[in-house]
């Protein structure tokens, strides 16, 4: 069995300011892990993926993840947040099973 | 590479008809997956074809059914539509050789159903 918790409906910053979305899981198996994000209207697009090699994932558009076994975590944080930043995000954890579980989701909302 | 392509993008049906969404993944990708998101349920997992095979499937009812011809291209068929099938389906598409696969989604077809 697997399961995602995104910890935060929203989350509102400032432009220049750190994100941080927070992701908790749980699998019966080593997992794999992703974020991806979606626009207004538009497909998901995948952002980064953990398959068991480092822990600290560098994706796209400055974007980056830890994984944390410990603490079952895989939090998502970029240093600066831009205004085109303002999006949703979702968590997906695959464990023994090609179904993917994914997160309710965190709208990233980004002030001026 | 083209990207996943959906079609048709809009759609407005009645309640009691019937719809059959397509997809065409990524050039090469042989595993389509299929998903309903709605604002109260969130991204749900309907079923994924491997090689025109049903490899997994969510808990939806028979009424949702799919299939994948031997181009790799999906179509999902839902029959006697309910207005609470009104939502996004998105088709996603991958390698699908193993768990770590990344997915690709398409921009969805939005189903609004009256």
């Known amino acids: 069995a697997q399961s995602v918790t995104q910890l935060d409906s929203h989350v509102s910053v400032s432009e220049g300011t750190p994100v941080l979305l927070r992701c908790n899981y749980s699998?019966?198996?080593?997992?794999?892990l992703f974020w991806y994000v979606q626009h207004p209207n538009k497909g998901l697009q995948l952002l980064l993926k953990?398959?068991?090699?480092?822990?600290l994932v560098k994706g796209i558009n400055g974007f980056e993840a830890e994984f944390k076994k410990s603490e079952t975590s895989f939090h998502l944080t970029k240093p600066s947040a831009h205004m085109s930043d303002a999006a949703e995000y979702f968590c997906v954890v695959t464990g023994g099973s090609y179904i993917p579980t994914f997160g309710r989701g965190t709208s990233l909302i980004v002030h001026p | 590479k083209a990207g996943v392509t959906q079609t048709p993008r809009y759609l407005i049906k009645t309640r009691g008809q019937q719809v059959t969404l397509s997809c065409s993944p990524i050039s090469g990708h042989r595993s389509v997956s299929w998903y309903q998101q709605t604002p109260g349920q969130g991204l749900q997992f309907l079923f994924e074809?491997?090689?025109?095979?049903?490899?997994n499937k969510g808990n939806f009812p028979g009424r949702f059914s799919g299939r994948q011809f031997s181009n790799s291209r999906s179509e999902m068929n839902v029959s006697t539509l309910e207005l609470g099938d009104s939502a996004l389906y998105l088709c996603?598409?991958?390698?699908?050789?193993?768990?770590?696969?990344?997915?690709?989604f398409g921009p969805g077809t939005r189903l609004t159903v009256t």
């Open positions: 074809y491997f090689s025109e095979t049903q490899r």
């Open positions: 699998s019966s198996y080593s997992p794999s």
């Open positions: 996603a598409s991958s390698s699908g050789t193993d768990r770590s696969y990344e997915q690709y």
């Open positions: 953990y398959t068991s090699a480092a822990t």
